[in-house]
């Protein structure tokens, strides 16, 4: 019989490795410290939300920007190389990318379409002439092992500094590049969450960013797109546009630290299948948009509850 010659074949059983975890600043750490409840949810569980207005925005404001670099740079149509996106350009690519977002069923209601294109063609107009032309890359992704996971990263644009001086070339450990990142909200103030996150944020993108290319950025850049919505529209740069972030080697250890702290205790989480409500309530818009709020202790401005059955 043939199973005969295969009688004293002995196959050792295979040890597969573990699957290490991907954890992001603001998809998974940033998310978690909002909302404990509502990551456990909407990221581990995968709920799909009922209203993705926020999603929508943040979105298509980041695409739509991406579209008009590529659109400088070239890549859309190289005859097109050096010139800046017209207004038509910008509407044509936002329902480009509104086109692709109804696909997956993200929509938005008219008021937040409206701000968001208004916003856009601003920011075109009032920065594009002097950022397009020294960006380097944009949606850079950027990633490290930390050992039991991978912390990983997206900057949306690497620039140039204003007056390139090539410091990395020197032995400073310096790079003349920025790291911009856009955000569709207005300027926090200095006593908000918001404004400890978003320097957060940038430390630990500068440490990825060294990792992967030797030498620390110059600074990163915090724009707050939602400066550039009055009416009428500015026609200069609103002064709390822009907020820059310096690093330094404490700082970005600081963050670190902070960082592997909070996927400890996600893990924690993980392990235990329990995403308790937080402590204390989460920003108000965090839980305005959210579909858990009626039953959660910690938004109790929504008045009456409604208990959820879990099966």
């Not at 400088?72 to 050096?82: F, I, N, Q």
């Not at 969450?193 to 320097?199: A, H, K, R, T």
Request: glycine letters at 6%.
């Amino acid at each position: 019989m043939l199973w005969e010659h295969y009688a004293g074949v002995r196959v050792p059983p295979q040890h597969s490795s573990p699957v290490k975890r991907r954890y992001g600043v603001t998809s998974h750490v940033l998310s978690y410290r909002r909302c404990t409840r509502q990551y456990g949810q909407m990221v581990e569980r995968r709920y799909e939300p009922a209203l993705a207005v926020q999603l929508f925005y943040g979105t298509i404001v980041h695409q739509v920007l991406d579209l008009a670099h590529a659109h400088y740079a070239g890549r859309v149509d190289p005859e097109l190389r050096g010139h800046l996106p017209t207004n038509e350009d910008i509407e044509r690519y936002f329902t480009e990318v509104e086109n692709g977002l109804r696909a997956r069923r993200i929509y938005a209601v008219a008021n937040v379409r409206a701000h968001a294109l208004r916003v856009l063609k601003h920011f075109n107009a009032l920065e594009g002439p002097a950022l397009y032309p020294r960006v380097l890359d944009t949606e850079c992704r950027l990633q490290a092992d930390r050992g039991s996971y991978i912390l990983h990263g997206t900057v949306d644009v690497l620039a140039r500094g204003p007056e390139s001086k090539g410091l990395a070339e020197h032995g400073s450990g310096i790079a003349d590049v920025e790291l911009w990142d856009y955000k569709g909200t207005r300027k926090p103030s200095r006593s908000s969450p918001y404004f400890q996150d978003n320097l957060f944020q940038m430390q630990v993108y500068a440490d990825l960013y060294r990792l992967k290319e030797g030498n620390l950025p110059r600074q990163g850049v915090l724009y707050f797109l939602n400066e550039l919505g009055d009416d009428p529209p500015p026609t200069a740069r609103p002064v709390n546009a822009i907020m820059t972030v310096r690093f330094d080697e404490r700082s970005i250890r600081q963050a670190i630290a902070s960082f592997e702290k909070t996927v400890a205790d996600i893990e924690r989480c993980r392990l235990r299948r329990q995403w308790a409500s937080p402590s204390s309530a989460p920003p108000e818009e965090t839980c305005d948009a959210c579909d858990l709020r009626w039953d959660c202790n910690a938004a109790k401005r929504f008045g009456r509850k409604y208990t959820m059955i879990y099966p």
